[in-house]
């Protein structure tokens, strides 16, 4: 159940977003244009110094997120796009048994920073960053979403890849620690690692309710994809 504050947040914002809709206009399906998924980059010569170390998420990694929603004016869905670039975290990589073996994998991602990538000709996707923000992530309470493995081992030749992953491990968001599994790609990009990849989840399972406001509604489905760039400390 919503608390009278969040329901009242959501009247007042529901009363900017229509007066906003009054000179806003109708937006046509072809004026939405949402980025592609990340994908790696051209691997610059990897160096040949080994990758045993300390490595932490620089610039410029970011993450984000992918949904359907259907607005209002529209006659089709489309996607939903949102990334900020505050990530943080990193890992240790060691070798075991002739592979090399990453540990102490945590990724943080400063979700208050998150800003829409798909753009309209009007309001709509600017009016979804507040909702999505104050409403339903209420990220003045959880504003941090972390993911966390254990382990994760590549029985290949990392130099330079790229090398495909899957990684069991926990994604905590709005208060809820789940198990996910974080599909990745991994490749030696100069003297740096570059991964990418996404985690599907279900938003109902970390107790955010599917967005259904006056101007949008979204589906549950939501992709949370990164593309990081890690240097040895």
């Known amino acids: 159940m919503w608390s009278v504050r969040r329901r009242l947040a959501i009247a007042v914002a529901i009363g900017v977003v229509a007066a906003g809709a009054a000179?806003?206009?109708i937006?046509?399906?072809s004026n939405h244009h949402a980025p592609g998924v990340f994908a790696l980059s051209s691997p610059a010569p990897a160096t040949a110094a080994p990758l045993v170390g300390t490595w932490k998420v620089g610039s410029p990694s970011e993450a984000g997120y992918r949904a359907r929603e259907k607005f209002i004016n529209q006659p089709s869905t489309t996607e939903a796009v949102a990334r900020t670039s505050s990530v943080s975290g990193g890992l240790r990589i060691k070798t075991e048994g002739g592979s090399y073996v990453a540990t102490s994998i945590d990724v943080k991602v400063d979700l208050g920073?998150?800003?829409?990538?798909?753009?309209?000709?009007?309001?709509q996707?600017?009016?979804r960053d507040f909702f999505i923000r104050r409403i339903y992530l209420?990220?003045?309470?959880y504003?941090?979403?972390e993911f966390k493995a254990d382990s994760a081992s590549v029985l290949q030749d990392l130099t330079p890849g790229p090398v495909d992953l899957e990684v069991p491990g926990t994604l905590s968001a709005h208060g809820v620690t789940k198990k996910v599994t974080a599909k990745?790609?991994?490749q030696v990009t100069g003297d740096e690692l570059e991964v990418v990849g996404s985690i599907n989840i279900d938003m109902r399972d970390f107790k955010v309710d599917p967005p259904d406001i006056s101007f949008t509604k979204?589906?549950?489905g939501v992709v949370i994809e990164y593309h990081l760039f890690l240097s040895r400390v």
Not at 113 to 123: E, I, K
Not at 138 to 141: C, I, L, N, V
């Open 218 to 220: 979204a589906e549950p």
């Open 184 to 186: 990745l790609r991994v």
């Open 143 to 145: 504003p941090v979403a």
């Open 125 to 127: 996707a600017f009016q």
């Open 138 to 141: 209420e990220t003045s309470t």
């Open 27 to 29: 937006v046509l399906l």
């Open 113 to 123: 920073s998150l800003v829409s990538q798909d753009r309209y000709a009007t309001y």
């Open 23 to 25: 000179t806003g206009g």
